[in-house]
């Protein structure tokens, strides 16, 4: 297929508008449904979107960089600034962790018998209702980062075990 403005800048419009709407939707907590999930993963056509117009305005976009330097600081400042987005500040320790994933760490790190008053459950059922998830504990004094090994589909799983509802 031959790279043409004809449908590499609508294809670059839209996708920067569903990458807009859902950015803001996620910094402002009002994402729902797929919105996180569209975001991460429509990136990519947003990234073969603008090589796709670039290709097709290669002329223009040479001439950005070739006459003045607008351009060229422009590029300069961007390049900085993904750089800098690679570094933490001094003493955010834990504070750029968002909370539910602190929480589930400590869960993880509890033995079962603390994760079972979390859930409101006796620690036999917790532990037969990661048995029947495919999880084996051996003792209630047992916690889950030492069973599970960092999986975190393992970990994911163990949680909707352990916190479902009773059915």
């Not at 419009?13 to 919105?35: E, P, Q, R, S, W």
């Not at 117009?53 to 993904?82: D, M, P, Q």
């Not at 602190?102 to 033995?111: D, S, Y």
């Not at 495919?134 to 916690?143: E, K, L, M, T």
Request: proline share 5%; charged share 15%.
């Amino acid at each position: 297929m031959k790279v043409s403005r004809e449908w590499a800048t609508p294809l670059t419009i839209g996708i920067f508008t569903l990458m807009a709407v859902t950015g803001i939707l996620m910094f402002f907590h009002l994402d729902k449904g797929l919105n996180k999930t569209a975001h991460e993963w429509l990136g990519w056509l947003l990234v073969a979107g603008v090589a796709a117009h670039v290709i097709a305005n290669w002329v223009g976009f040479k001439r950005h960089f070739s006459t003045g330097t607008t351009g060229r600081l422009i590029v300069v400042t961007c390049l900085i600034a993904l750089a800098g987005s690679f570094f933490s500040l001094p003493g955010s320790g834990n504070e750029g962790i968002p909370p539910h994933i602190l929480a589930l760490k400590a869960v993880t790190k509890a033995p079962m018998t603390q994760v079972a008053a979390l859930a409101g459950k006796p620690v036999e059922q917790v532990i037969l209702d990661l048995a029947k998830a495919g999880i084996n504990v051996s003792s209630p004094d047992a916690n889950l980062q030492a069973v599970l090994q960092g999986d975190k589909g393992l970990e994911a799983k163990a949680m909707r075990a352990i916190f479902s509802p009773r059915s």
